[in-house]
């Protein structure tokens, strides 16, 4: 296991007449083959600490390392280059494109980053969807679509360009239980098999159960009743 | 490019009525702007051309363009000097030496040269009377320089040659008077001086007042007949390039001394006339595709607003700001060119439909058809406007779009 991704006493200020901190000196580390949930109370900043991790958006204090390189001497350019090549994300509200089907909404990123041909990059976007099990809806746009459906989508569109993380926000909050656990079982399967390290922020216990380590926020900072917690690989 | 453009392209598509409403304003806007200014431009060029053919390129006057200057004046430039009882010398009017001035003026190249003599005269027929221009011409040379051989409907300018008592009259002038070739008819110069004169051949130019108006006889008569011998009172040139007048004009006005006054100098209140008309023209036909732009410019905007969620995954996803503001870009883009090819089309379609009207205008007795230019140049500027507009109106929406943040847009969803 090497370590993906170091923050370094991040902290993000949002500046006005009341400056308000939502995340505040955080210090993490997560490595490859490496499942990490962040947990809190709503408002607490576990969002904002993963756009920061994500590269989204930029710390006001801190570094972030990904890979290995410091992305606070990064442009908007590189940042977006790098976040296209290194990270995939995976959101509450899945944020497929309407006007393409599974299949299109899957090559996006093969297609920007342009790294394998058209048609190797259709045969990779097919093999993601079925793997992921939804093979048999490539062809149909998000809207023929149930919720556990396009988050799969939405998950195999992450993994389109074989990132180092996937950072998922709330993935199972907009689904049932029976579709969030297996959208749970995926992203640690990743984990598991492809080594691919899970950062997500959750709510909900039953998925941050299977997490190899569980981080609580609390107003901004890392709570140290959560932090280091490494539970016990729970089986299933 | 190509994944820009396939957005672009599905973002349209998924708002099919907007976006044919926007297409509709860019298709008419062009089809108009083509059709207005085909038969803006065309009626320009028939009227020059009409003044170019019909007219002299240039005209050598019995006159000069700035007044004899005192000899006193010459000899001493700097002195203050006053003349008093100038008297004008009295001689007969006309271009003096012409034949020498003549041989100047056709050693310029690219130019044919007539000379004549043009006065007012009064035909006399059965008792009526009709006051007319009479041109003493040479028609050999005439005939180089003027389409009056064209819009012969009886005989020709060379009758003139072979009966030097022969006058050629307009068939306005025939039907006014009921004469017929071979009719003589009394002609009376200013000084009362009379000569009769057959008819020998009839012009129709289609003007009536030039039909009506004008005569033509041999220069040795009409010399003779207004007591001008040797004399001529103007020089008619006409050039292989038309637009080269100003320049030859001046070349000649320098070599001969005489006043040669170019079709364009002569025109220029016309032509400037016809300048400003061009730019109201303009500026109407584009207020109709800067009218459309706005219905780009409405539909980019709200496709930008409704898709601010999507634009928001494809920044966090690896997007570019540049590579979003292009998707929208392509959206106006796409709109300009399928509208521009389009609204050529129709704009062809409607040119087509314009030419077939025909009209009598006052004073013209043939029917004519509306003149309509088909020059490439409206074409290009037609669907560059439209472009421009299309890119332009875009181009705000697009902007906004590229400045989408989107941590601003995922926090708000979540």
Redesign the interface.
């Known amino acids: 296991m090497t370590e993906v991704m170091r923050a370094e006493h991040v902290t993000r200020t949002l500046e006005g007449e009341v400056p308000v901190t939502l995340v505040r000196n955080v210090n993490l580390s997560v490595e490859s083959g490496e499942f990490v949930c962040i947990m809190g109370p709503s408002g607490s900043g576990k969002?904002?600490l993963l756009?920061l991790l994500?590269l989204?958006?930029a710390p006001t204090e801190g570094r972030v390392f990904v890979a290995g390189e410091d992305t606070s001497t990064f442009d908007?350019?590189r940042l977006?280059?790098?976040?296209?090549?290194r990270l995939g994300?995976v959101?509450?509200?899945h944020?497929l494109?309407?006007?393409?089907s599974a299949l299109e909404n899957v090559l996006?990123?093969m297609?920007?980053?342009g790294r394998v041909a058209e048609e190797a990059a259709r045969e990779r976007a097919a093999q993601l969807l079925a793997r992921l099990g939804v093979g048999d809806q490539a062809g149909k746009r998000p809207g023929q679509l149930s919720g556990g459906q396009r988050q799969r989508v939405a998950i195999a569109?992450a993994l389109a360009n074989d990132p180092l993380v996937i950072l998922a926000?709330?993935p199972t909050g907009n689904l049932d239980s029976v579709s969030g656990t297996n959208v749970r079982d995926i992203l640690r399967d990743l984990t598991r098999e492809l080594g691919k390290a899970v950062v997500a922020v959750t709510h909900d216990a039953n998925f941050a159960s299977v997490a190899d380590r569980r981080i609580g926020i609390v107003d901004g900072e890392v709570d140290l009743g959560w932090t280091g917690a490494r539970p016990a690989p729970s089986g299933t | 490019m190509a994944i820009a453009f396939d957005i672009a392209l599905a973002h349209l598509t998924n708002r099919k009525r907007q976006t044919l409403v926007s297409l509709g304003g860019v298709v008419l806007g062009v089809a108009f702007f083509l059709a207005v200014s085909s038969l803006m431009r065309g009626s320009e060029k028939d009227f020059l051309k009409r003044l170019v053919d019909n007219s002299p390129h240039i005209t050598v006057y019995d006159e000069y363009r700035h007044p004899n200057v005192q000899p006193a004046l010459l000899r001493w430039p700097d002195a203050a000097i006053e003349v008093h009882n100038v008297k004008p010398q009295r001689e007969t009017r006309g271009i003096r030496g012409w034949p020498q001035r003549m041989a100047f003026i056709e050693a310029q190249p690219g130019l044919r040269a007539a000379p004549v003599l043009t006065d007012s005269a009064v035909i006399d027929f059965a008792g009526r009377q009709q006051g007319v221009q009479l041109s003493g011409v040479v028609p050999d040379k005439m005939k180089g320089v003027s389409t009056l051989e064209e819009k012969m409907v009886v005989g020709s300018l060379d009758a003139l040659t072979a009966n030097p008592n022969g006058i050629i009259v307009g068939q306005g002038l025939i039907d006014k008077f009921s004469l017929h070739p071979g009719s003589v008819v009394s002609v009376v110069a200013g000084d009362g001086e009379a000569r009769p004169l057959r008819v020998v051949g009839v012009f129709r130019t289609g003007n009536s007042s030039y039909d009506e108006g004008q005569a033509f006889v041999l220069l040795k008569r009409a010399q003779s007949l207004f007591g001008r011998e040797n004399r001529i009172n103007r020089v008619v040139i006409q050039l292989d390039d038309p637009y080269a007048a100003q320049d030859v004009a001046q070349t000649i006005e320098a070599g001969v001394g005489y006043k040669s006054v170019s079709w364009i100098e002569a025109s220029e209140d016309i032509l400037s006339l016809l300048v400003v008309r061009n730019i109201v023209m303009y500026s109407v036909v584009s207020a109709i595709l800067v009218v459309a732009s706005f219905g780009i410019y409405n539909t980019i905007s709200t496709i930008v607003l409704e898709k601010t969620r999507d634009i928001a995954i494809l920044k966090s996803m690896g997007f570019h700001a540049r590579d979003i503001r292009r998707i929208f870009l392509l959206q106006g883009l796409i709109v300009g060119a399928i509208g521009s090819t389009l609204g050529l089309l129709l704009g062809i379609g409607l040119m087509k439909v314009l030419e077939r009207v025909e009209i009598k205008p006052p004073g013209i007795v043939e029917i004519v058809h509306l003149p309509l230019w088909w020059g490439p140049e409206q074409y290009a500027m037609a669907a560059a406007f439209a472009m421009l507009s299309c890119v332009a109106a875009s181009s705000l929406p697009a902007r906004r779009a590229g400045r989408v943040h989107p941590v601003d847009i995922l926090r708000g969803a979540a």
């Open positions: 969002s904002s756009y994500g989204l958006d908007d350019d977006s280059d790098f976040r296209l090549a994300y959101f509450q509200f944020f494109l309407n006007e393409f996006l990123p297609r920007k980053l569109r926000d709330e």
